[in-house]
């Protein structure tokens, strides 16, 4: 099921105002997330157009939450973060999705609240495609 003004279901230029795809994992689409100001910062987005965890099956729903556990693991290798944190937001766009936000010692926000969108920091085309592709490296 796709959601024609969903920029996970879509792709494209719907897509590109936030994300850039990496790749596909099991059930689900990992994107780098385009603002940077926590290196690495990436979205698992579930491969159909569903709300809540809850509207899925206990087998895509544990698919759903190995390939966010293997998309962290990548960005632990990749990048060394102190932490990540994870946020299940669907306010705006009710597609079944999870941040993954590198937090690093003394780095933005590192103690304070999460701002969903800082609006900070963005890289060149070539630094998108270095950061995907360490990445994909360690996955």
């Not at 993954?100 to 933005?108: C, H, I, M, N, S």
């Not at 800082?118 to 630094?127: A, R």
Request: hydrophobic share 35%; proline share 4%.
């Amino acid at each position: 099921m796709k959601d024609a003004n969903c920029g996970y279901c879509m792709g494209g230029e719907l897509l590109a105002k936030f994300g850039i795809p990496i790749c596909d994992l099991s059930v689900s689409q990992l994107i780098l997330f385009k603002e940077q100001s926590k290196p690495g910062r990436v979205i698992v987005a579930y491969k159909d157009h569903v709300s809540e965890i809850v509207n899925i099956s206990e087998e895509e729903r544990n698919l759903f939450m190995a390939d966010v556990c293997k998309a962290a693991n990548a960005l632990h290798k990749a990048f060394n973060p102190n932490k990540i944190n994870y946020g299940a937001y669907g306010d705006t766009g009710c597609h079944l999705h999870m941040h993954l936000v590198p937090k690093y010692e003394g780095g933005d926000e590192w103690g304070g609240v999460f701002q969903m969108n800082p609006d900070k920091v963005y890289l060149t085309e070539e630094e998108y495609t270095e950061m995907i592709n360490k990445i994909k490296e360690n996955l």
